[in-house]
């Protein structure tokens, strides 16, 4: 994401105040993007009625598409920005976004995502899920505050991996990080986490030295992430390694260190394979209570194209 040119907010119609649009704004005031208000509707009731005819049926979603659109004019109305809009009659909120970016190229999605009023953290619904796992765009899902300056930025990274697809998304993690925190003039820090020593090899091999071999693992990943963070003109301070799984790692730095927003990347599992094997990227959102910034790998390809 060297530049952002295209936004879409993605518009919650249970909600009098978008979020999306918020941060959307904010964002087209540094880059210049064009914004375009997304709305996906469907009222099920029009499955209800089969007995009208063609005509009547088409009359009545047109109705609801006419209303949907007089509100979002009158919400755009309190913006001192320039906002097209869009209004899709679609039974998918998710597979409607990704056409629209599919069919426009929008180089970012951003989407408010729900909070928890009893326990004040974030819920990411069933669309959220679909569009980390399958929209080709960056994602960016934002919580009510707006971001301050001089805020901190964690760019969730797999340091020691020699899969060919996660160096791509170290890469694309940091360069987008970089990207959004010269806009927000905010600190990037890179988290990465290692793995604990297993205690059945301690139980198993007598000689094995698990204070050693831990040593070793954490040393192996500090100099990977190192070498990482220097190639992008950051410091053994802008990194933090921590022991852990990383669903439980990088939550926990994240509110630690107060970060406005946590990029990480997301391979786009679906399926079979991502209940078999786990998607660990969707592991650690599901643990964050801030904004999320997921990415692809570059080339990736959503189910949803032809």
């Known amino acids: 994401m060297e530049s952002i040119k295209n936004i879409l907010a993605v518009i919650d119609p249970t909600k009098d105040h978008q979020h999306s649009l918020d941060r959307a704004v904010a964002l087209a005031q540094k880059t210049g993007a064009e914004i375009t208000a997304f709305l996906s509707i469907y009222d099920f009731s029009y499955e209800m009625t089969t007995m009208l005819s063609r005509e009547e049926r088409e009359a009545m979603r047109d109705a609801v598409i006419n209303d949907r659109n007089a509100w979002i004019h009158e919400l755009l109305s309190e913006y001192d920005a320039p906002i097209s809009s869009r209004v899709e009659w679609h039974n998918r909120p998710f597979e409607s ?13 951003v989407k408010g995502t729900h909070q928890h009023d009893t326990f004040k953290s974030v819920i990411f619904t069933p669309t959220d899920w679909h569009l980390i796992r399958k929209c080709p765009a960056p994602v960016l899902l934002v919580k009510e505050k707006q971001w301050p300056e001089n805020g901190r930025i964690l760019a969730a990274v797999n340091a020691v991996s020699d899969d060919d697809l996660h160096i791509e998304l170290n890469d694309r993690i940091i360069k987008d990080a970089q990207f959004i925190s010269k806009l927000a003039n905010a600190k990037i820090h890179l988290v990465n986490a290692y793995p604990a020593t297993p205690v059945n090899i301690a139980i198993e091999i007598p000689e094995f030295n698990p204070s050693q071999y831990t040593e070793a693992v954490k040393k192996h990943h500090e100099n990977s992430t190192y070498e990482l963070a220097e190639k992008y003109g950051l410091t053994k301070e802008d990194c933090l390694v921590k022991e852990g799984l990383p669903e439980d790692v990088i939550p926990a730095v ?10 990480i990347g997301s391979v786009g599992r679906t399926g079979l394979s991502a209940a078999l094997i786990g998607n660990t990227a969707e592991h650690v959102i599901d643990n964050l209570d801030c904004d999320v910034l997921a990415l692809k790998p570059d080339g990736y390809k959503s189910p949803l194209q032809g």
């Open 254 to 263: 994240s509110k630690m260190h107060n970060t406005e927003l946590v990029v």
């Open 97 to 109: 976004i990704i056409n629209a970016v599919l069919e426009e190229g929008y180089d970012l999605v």
